[in-house]
């Protein structure tokens, strides 16, 4: 694991959705996408087609799996990934071009600020 964390450090992170989350003490799994329904909203909606991948796409310091990544040109979306990450890198990439990055800290801290048990470290 220390091998990943050394090949992953100096890279910047944004919010990452979970695959899996604890409700009432019982682990839930969220249902996985469809990746040909992804690709063709992904394409539809903003002109791009992601990345698929079969794994997962990252692993945040804390060892949580990430499952979809906003990238430059492109999203990067795992094949594992739940329903509703399309739409999450979706905001992430659009947030990237037109929101200057002054203003999307601003809206990110106010987030963290009104929902503090809500995390994306």
């Known amino acids: 694991m220390a091998d990943i964390y050394r090949i992953l450090d100096g890279k910047k992170r944004g919010p990452n959705m979970e695959v899996e989350a604890k409700v009432d003490d019982k682990l839930w799994v969220n249902e996985k996408i469809n990746p040909e329904q992804a690709t063709k909203w992904l394409s539809n909606t903003l002109g791009i087609t992601p990345e698929l991948v079969p794994t997962v796409v990252d692993l945040t310091e804390a060892g949580a799996s990430v499952v979809g990544r906003a990238t430059v040109d492109s999203i990067l979306l795992s094949e594992l990934a739940p329903i509703g990450t399309?739409?999450?890198?979706?905001?992430?990439?659009?947030?990237?071009?037109?929101?200057?990055?002054?203003?999307?800290?601003?809206?990110?801290?106010?987030?963290?600020?009104?929902?503090?048990?809500?995390?994306?470290?």
């Open 86 to 121: 399309e739409y999450h890198e979706a905001f992430h990439r659009v947030s990237l071009l037109l929101i200057d990055d002054n203003r999307r800290n601003r809206i990110y801290n106010r987030m963290r600020k009104n929902n503090p048990n809500m995390t994306d470290k």
